[in-house]
């Protein structure tokens, strides 16, 4: 299977540009919440890194 942005962007449920997960973070970093981003494999999150690199501000 192809890896696609749009294809991450069904895997997430969300799309990490428009519409990126909020952290409600109070000084401090909470390790119990486990980052949505856990379900990409290696090669997708290497793919999504590049793509938002070059499509971002």
Same mark, same amino acid.
């Given at each position: /299977? !192809? =890896?696609? @942005?749009?294809? =991450?962007?069904? *895997?997430?449920? @969300?799309? &990490?540009?428009?519409? &990126? &997960?909020?952290?409600d973070l *109070?000084g401090?970093?909470?390790?119990s *919440? !486990?980052s949505? @981003?856990?379900?990409?494999?290696? !090669?997708? =999150? !290497? @793919?999504?890194?590049?793509? /938002?690199?070059?499509? /971002?501000?």
């Open positions: /299977m !192809e =890896i696609t @942005f749009e294809s =991450i962007c069904a *895997k997430l449920g @969300f799309n &990490p540009i428009t519409n &990126p &997960p909020r952290y *109070k401090y970093e909470d390790d *919440k !486990e949505p @981003f856990a379900i990409l494999d290696l !090669e997708e =999150i !290497e @793919f999504l890194c590049d793509y /938002m690199s070059k499509h /971002m501000n």
